[in-house]
């Protein structure tokens, strides 16, 4: 398979496995707060960590096809999320509360941008063959 092709199945599957993510924290977060009654903070970090958890081995085993998940990458795709939540923060201040603007562009924006740079990252660092090795 040319690599081309292999990049654009693996960043479908990353994609796929994103929405995944995104599903089990959305869920934690509503289940934590409307059934729990948790602080909708704290049930969106619970949410956020089990979406990281979900979304490392889906990664690992799928859209990677990396041999078995370990410790190092699983630090790495931390990094590689928390990078993310960043730059998706920062993007959201910026529309929110220096050019005054709707949030939701801001988060339009950011879907855009931010899977673009973790599955770069993730792809070249986190889940780099070399590094699995």
Same mark, same amino acid.
């Given at each position: 398979?040319?690599?081309? &092709? @292999?990049?654009?199945? %693996?960043? $479908? &599957?990353?994609?796929? #496995? ?14 934590? #707060? %409307? %059934? !729990?009654?948790?602080? +909708? ?11 990281? $958890? *979900? ?5 690992? &085993? ?6 078995? +998940? ?5 630090? @790495?795709?931390? !990094?590689?999320?928390?990078?993310? !939540? ?11 509360? *220096? ?15 931010? +899977?673009?740079?973790?599955?770069? !990252?993730?792809? &070249? ?9």
């Amino acid at each position: 398979m040319r690599n081309d &092709k @292999k990049v654009y199945i %693996e960043f $479908i &599957k990353y994609g796929l #496995v994103g929405i995944v993510g995104t599903i089990s924290h959305t869920l934690t977060l509503y289940f934590g #707060v %409307e %059934e !729990l009654g948790l602080d +909708p903070l704290l049930s969106s970090s619970l949410g956020f960590i089990i979406s990281v $958890i *979900i979304s490392f081995l889906m990664n690992t &085993k799928w859209t990677f096809n990396s041999k078995r +998940p370990n410790k190092k990458s699983f630090i @790495k795709y931390l !990094l590689v999320c928390l990078i993310g !939540l960043s730059i998706n923060l920062t993007i959201l201040y910026f529309f929110t509360y *220096i050019i005054i603007y709707n949030y939701l562009i801001g988060q339009v924006i950011a879907l855009f941008i931010v +899977p673009i740079i973790n599955f770069s !990252l993730n792809k &070249k660092w986190a889940f780099s063959v070399k590094q699995l090795k």
